[in-house]
């Protein structure tokens, strides 16, 4: 055969396997979130969606569960493997749960107070003795609450804390109904409702007056140690996908909405408020763990502040 057939069949040949040679799997793991509907947690679909996990050789497989107590659950019984949850979750792995926090995903809170449209209450001190509904026992959404009470020298039986589930369904069957007296939930809901007059925020906006971390990401112990470098690729996705969603407005509302269902305005309301609110390093901040570690003995979860060393890990984070 003469080289220049030789060079053709030969490049033939390697056409042909590059053809059936199927294009290397990606790393496939299970991904949670408290509840499906909250923009603080959809960065996680959204980076799924957009191809950032997949530009990082993973695939995220999401599940929302009903709180972030439930999400707990699901570490514990092998279920997942990564999560993007409240701060507060930590208190778990202060109890012995096998996981750590490997990145700030949020500072502070974005949650409101809400009350039914025609609730005359013009003030949290109207609300003396109602019924507030937070979604689960040792949530982010009871310590706020609780917080806000002692900020402002009141007792905490001052008003009766109801844990009522999670979900914006939820949250507008029981404010609508009258059978909560008032919801802490995201501010997006009170802007929807407000529009339709279901519903008025009494609070816009939590504001905690001080460091504290409002969101972390989590991976399990055995993630951890089995898959470092997927767990470092699974931080490194995320930061890039909140650089993403930070430079890119409109679409990033458009697929939120495809969650959320709120109208274009709300969205576009709950972008402005929220976006601000994601940290771009993961950076655990020193007054922030220590507020965080306070808040579990606030909320009688722990007898003492833990040593919040031993519930996180540095070891995932992008270099700054």
Do not use: C
């Not at 001052?158 to 609508?176: C, F, H, K, R, W």
């Not at 055995?222 to 996705?237: L, N, Q, S, Y």
């Amino acid at each position: 055969m003469q080289p220049s057939r030789l060079l053709s069949a030969v490049v033939a040949m390697l056409a042909a396997v590059a053809i059936e040679t199927p294009a290397a799997a990606l790393q496939t793991f299970r991904g949670g979130t408290p509840v499906g509907q909250n923009f603080t947690f959809l960065p996680l679909r959204i980076a799924e969606q957009k191809g950032f996990f997949a530009k990082n050789d993973l695939d995220i497989e999401v599940t929302d569960f009903n709180g972030g107590a439930k999400l707990q659950q699901g570490f514990v019984a092998g279920a997942i493997d990564l999560a993007v949850s409240a701060g507060t979750d930590m208190a778990f792995i202060a109890k012995g749960a096998d996981e750590r926090a490997i990145a700030v995903a949020g500072d502070g809170t974005t949650l409101a107070l809400l009350v039914p449209w025609n609730l005359p209450a013009k003030t949290p001190l109207d609300l003396k003795a109602k019924h507030v509904g937070v979604s689960t026992e040792g949530s982010f959404t009871e310590w706020t609450m609780k917080h806000y009470l002692r900020q402002h020298g009141l007792p905490l039986n001052y008003v009766q804390i109801e844990p009522i589930g999670s979900g914006v369904a939820n949250d507008i069957a029981l404010l609508t109904t009258g059978r909560i007296d008032a919801v802490v939930a995201p501010a997006a809901l009170g802007f929807n409702l407000e529009l339709k007059k279901h519903a008025r925020l009494l609070i816009p906006h939590f504001n905690l007056g001080m460091a504290f971390i409002g969101q972390a990401l989590y991976a399990s112990g055995p993630m951890i140690r089995e898959h470092p470098d997927a767990a470092r690729r699974f931080v490194k996705a995320w930061f890039e996908n909140i650089a993403w969603m930070a430079s890119h407005r409109a679409e990033t509302i458009d697929i939120a909405r495809s969650y959320t269902h709120f109208v274009p305005s709300v969205e576009a309301r709950e972008y402005d408020e929220d976006m601000p609110m994601f940290s771009r390093t993961g950076q655990f901040s020193d007054p922030a763990l220590r507020n965080l570690g306070q808040s579990f003995v606030d909320m009688g979860v722990l007898p003492k502040p833990p040593d919040m060393a031993k519930l996180i890990t540095r070891g995932f984070l992008p270099k700054p």
